[in-house]
């Protein structure tokens, strides 16, 4: 299984983290070589336990290790109105077997891309910062960094704010490093993500697979389309699984590459992703910007791997 | 229904100078006064422009100058569009001159004072002259009843990535203008950059046969070169648009929206922030148009150029 592309998992979770983490390691394409969280969606205590909750309940099995509670720069924001008071409201899972290492979430991060054979690729589902301190502290990694897929901002629009899509607003300068790292850089914002929309029935699709996993997805998303329909939306954006699908099946999404800058200051704008649309900077492309979608090929992904859990079970 | 009286505030500037073609020719329009403002270029070349088109066509209206500058800011142009003088260095003389000791902002007021309230304003260049006036009259919000501007994107820039060139140009007075409590409609990018006219049309407006539609297509062909060197075949008739929206909207898609002006960013100064497609809801000051029936456009234009 050489073929493998090495993973880190750095997410909040999280609805659409776990749903993203539960893609990943269904996927035989992918190694997970760590996973590690960031303070987002709720407090880093929360996001943690709740990494540790989905790992145990997903059978992943590599080490784990805890980011910080602020970002970079500034206060943290967190979306306790979206994905409940736990920050994985919902059905219940089972009491975390997986134990943080005693090293903070960018040490984990250096030390899994130093030791490994292959340059690694990084899904960042949640705020920046992890990823952005592990390129300012340890930019002689960066020949090992294949590949960072992001599930943040927006080319068009906002979420949180007007401008700011919710990861990037909470830390724009994490976010600005990455950007300018020179990295290879693929965005599943939401322009794409607003389009990867699962609706009701496509929950009970998967409710109906009938693995204990299939069954917990088909209730985060009960949860997590409680909120977003109060607001008008048809379905549940399932955004973090994006980022994923990104890696293990890329021809269901269609990608334009851009010249993306951060926002970090402004009135209304700070945490906007700015692409250079009209090629008026003349600036080259730093960003793979996904910007649509095949949705039926997306749920089909996601109830094939809810599925493969069932299988594995047997 | 009687014409909407209007004053057209702009910077001639290439564009511009369609506008006032198009203006001059629609019935729903009572243009009563053009006031000018520093933009594309110099206040200068765009007063001295306004005029020279206004005798171009026997326009018999009169013109207020305006602003200089930014209300806070240092000026910037767009000279490498539309030429030094603004008009793709074609030269305009003209005997009339504009009327003498009013400028642009007290005139806005004394016409929507005489309008009571029916006053419309179509601003197709930086939005200073409207923030003077409205901040010198307290009671301006009350007498005007709509703005439109070419102006601003929902989405990407074009004087930089995140602003358009107009609310770029003076971004804190374009905020005023959006939180004065007029209903400002945003012919902005989304839709402007859909206006398209190609190479082939440009040619059939000339071959209508008048000085002024032989004049439609020569005065924008620097632009097209400069569009081609964009991947764009043709000009984006920004200005035009937006007056064809204050005349008629039915042939464009706009919605309402909250609209501010990002003034502080280190990237995004000037860009128009709404809240369209966003999850968080501000107060709708405004209507973004996104979209507009390329082919009517086009036909429109036809329409109006026959009419010289």
Known sequence: MTSKIPIILDGDPGH???????LAKASAWLEILACTSVSGNQSIEKTSYNARRVMTLLGIDAPFAMG???PLHGEPIHAGNIHGETGLDGPALPDPTIEAEPINAVELMAKTIAASDKPVTIVATGPLTNVGALLILYPELKPKIAHISIMGGGLAHGNWTPAAEFNILVDPEAADVVFKSGLQLTMAGLDVTLKALVFPEDFERIRALGNPIAVVVAEWLDFFYTFHRSIGYA???VHDAVAVAALIKPEILTARDYYVQVETSGDFCRGATVADHYGFSQQPPNTHALVDIDREAFIDLLAEAAAWYGKESE | ?????????CDPGVDDAIAFLLAK???QLNVLAITSVAGNVSLEHTNYNALGLLEFLDWDIPVYRGAAGPVFRKRVEAAEVHGSNGMAGYDLPH??????GVNAWDAIHQYALEQQGALEIIAIGPLTNLALAFLKFPDLPQLI???VIMGGSSDAGNATPAAEFNIYADPEAADIVFCSGVPVHMCGLDMTMKALMTPDELNQVAALGSKQAVFFRDVVQDIVRFMSRLGITGINMHDPAAVLYAADDSIFTAYPAGIRVETKGTITQGKTVTDLFSDAKWQKNGFVAMDIDREAFV???FELMSKY
């Not at chain 2, 005997?95 to 003498?100: Q, T």
């Open chain 1, 16 to 22: 659409d983290d776990a749903i993203a983490w539960m």
């Open chain 1, 68 to 70: 910080r509670e602020e």
């Open chain 1, 235 to 237: 379905g549940a954006p």
């Open chain 2, 1 to 9: 229904m009687s014409p909407i009286p209007v004053i057209l505030d």
């Open chain 2, 25 to 27: 020719q629609l019935p």
């Open chain 2, 95 to 100: 005997a009339r001159s504009e009327v003498e």
């Open chain 2, 145 to 147: 009843k709509r703005i």
């Open chain 2, 299 to 301: 036909e429109k234009v």
